[in-house]
């Protein structure tokens, strides 16, 4: 199979590629190199009703295809997802910024994993029966809801974009996808895997564009009843408010400001590690990265003290040399963003540990987009830094005295995606865990994923839950038969 990305890709409608109706290209970066490799369609409504209509005319067939037949063809999407895993691991870096190492261990196989997840989970679901004591009997049917809309976020493209798909086409929806513009390749590449795979033409449309020219066209299109979304709480709320009049099932998994609650009494040399990853992993882009660090005072100097030498041995650099640890930030409107983030958090009294600057590098890196992993200290719980999401390479810590205060300076947030607690003393991680607003809690751990367990947010991180039979629910409608005996 050929999966080199082409400089120019497209849309995938009915099976086949097809340039967008307008015309128009958006230019695709290589945030490592400032280089512009290929484009990317600017699609907008007129593509969107073309998928639409491809959706809808492959659904009658896709719904009645036996659950085994359905779990065939997306088994072997898995499969060759993992044949591919070079071509989709360099694309994904490419696009992204991404070290190279991260995309072969933990994005393509993981996009794997979600297929054969939702492939054998298909085989699996059932529904459930209310015996009314000899009077009658009540079944639910869950049937698939028709063509869905899948939108996912630049930070794990391939791995979240699949996360979506997946359990859709397994329930026996057809699907109008859009990746983000920002880093469109593999779900480009996707597409020829699909149809090599033999999945039918029109069941899997995937459209690329931005969020307001053609995703907002996806989610106001009144053939799409169902909308799974992953990004900003920004687009988020865009979303919900378009949806909301048109009685849409919807699915929101938005941003976060994670607290990691270190207790004196942890397990230090794995709680420095996970630390250190669960700050800056994948350049702190990652929705679950503990940004907002607690820790108890007792142990606040000597945490501190480590942090820093640590975070200063993270080597930024050539995401494709495999020593290199932090790779590059995703575009320059980021870059922008969150350099801006740490001069506000400069403005607000903060103190910069480590890190707070971009890097210049040479040779193939000269034009790319890298920043110091950077650590904060000396502000409160109210301020900008700590309230609002930065999604970079930033963290802040601050220092508590009891387990109370903890407790309210992680809950001094309008996010609540998840948390991560460290401590020895399983009453208090039990009791911890049970009054953190956050819908996902790590104990001594984190990023620890089983698939089959409920994932989303409390507060302004989201609405619903992906992951396991929770997502096979979703992209179902229950229906009650009852029979009088
Ligand atoms: P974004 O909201 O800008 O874009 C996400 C996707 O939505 C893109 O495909 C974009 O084109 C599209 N989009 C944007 N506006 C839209 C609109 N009005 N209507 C329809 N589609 C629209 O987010 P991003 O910058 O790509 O991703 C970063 C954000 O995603 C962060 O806030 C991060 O926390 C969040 N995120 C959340 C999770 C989670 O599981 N909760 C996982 C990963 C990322």
Redesign the pocket.
């Known amino acids: 199979m050929n999966l080199n990305a082409p400089f120019q890709i497209g849309n995938f409608i009915a099976g086949i590629f097809q340039p967008p109706v307008s015309g128009k290209y958006i230019d695709n970066v290589n945030p490592a190199t400032g280089e512009v490799y290929s484009q990317t369609p600017d699609s907008g409504e007129s593509d969107v009703a073309e998928a639409v209509i491809a959706a809808k005319a492959a659904f009658p067939l896709w719904s009645a295809t036996p659950a085994e037949s359905r779990f065939k063809i997306l088994n072997r999407i898995a499969e060759l997802i993992d044949e591919n895993l070079d071509a989709l691991a360099l694309a994904e870096t490419n696009d992204n910024g991404k070290p190279l190492w991260l995309s072969k261990m933990v994005d393509i196989p993981r996009a794997s994993s979600n297929f054969r997840f939702f492939a054998t989970g298909i085989m699996h679901f059932s529904t459930e029966s209310h015996s009314m004591e000899g009077r009658a009997v009540n079944y639910t049917l869950r049937q698939p809801i028709g063509v869905v809309c899948c939108?996912?976020?630049?930070?794990?493209p391939l791995y979240?974009f699949t996360w979506k798909i997946a359990p859709a086409l397994a329930a026996g929806n057809c699907v109008v996808a859009?990746?983000?513009?920002?880093t469109p390749m593999t779900a480009y590449l996707l597409s020829i895997i699909c149809s090599e795979a033999g999945l039918p033409s029109g069941v899997l449309n995937i459209l690329h564009g931005?969020?307001?020219g053609?995703?907002?066209a996806?989610?106001a299109h009144p053939e799409i009843k169902a909308i799974s979304?992953?990004?900003?709480?920004?687009?988020?709320k865009?979303?919900a408010s378009t949806v909301a009049p048109m009685f849409k099932k919807v699915s929101l998994?938005?941003?976060?400001k994670n607290p990691n609650i270190i207790f004196a009494d942890c397990d230090w040399e794995k709680m420095m590690r996970t630390t250190l990853q669960s700050s800056f992993s994948n350049q702190g882009q990652?929705?679950l990265c503990g940004s907002r660090i607690l820790v108890e005072e007792s142990i606040y100097e000597k945490f501190k003290t480590e942090f820093i030498a640590r975070t200063k041995k993270l080597t930024v650099g050539d995401p494709l040399d495999e020593k290199n640890r932090q790779g590059a930030v995703v575009s320059k409107l980021h870059f922008d963003k969150v350099l801006g983030c740490i001069e506000l958090a400069k403005e607000e009294g903060g103190t910069i540990l480590t890190g707070g600057n971009a890097i210049k590098l040479t040779g193939r890196c000269t034009n790319g987009l890298f920043i110091e992993p950077t650590i904060i200290e000396g502000l409160g719980p109210n301020c900008r830094t700590n309230m609002e999401?930065i999604?970079g390479p930033v963290v802040t810590i601050q220092p508590f005295k009891t387990e109370e205060e903890a407790l309210q300076l992680a809950n001094t947030s309008d996010y609540g995606?998840s948390a991560t607690i460290w401590t020895q003393d399983v009453s208090r991680a039990n009791r911890v865990a049970a009054k953190v607003h956050s819908g996902i809690i790590w104990v001594n751990c984190w990023l620890l994923r089983d698939l089959r367990t409920p994932?989303?947010?409390f507060k302004n991180?989201?609405v619903g839950r992906e992951g396991g039979w929770d997502a096979l629910r979703f992209f179902t409608e229950p229906k009650n038969v009852c029979i009088e005996l």
Do not use: Q, Y
């Open positions: 939108i996912s976020p630049w930070n794990l979240l859009k990746p983000s513009e920002v931005t969020g307001p053609c995703g907002s996806i989610v979304f992953t990004g900003s709480t920004r687009a988020g865009d979303i998994e938005l941003g976060g990652i929705c999401e999604f995606l994932f989303g947010g991180s989201g």
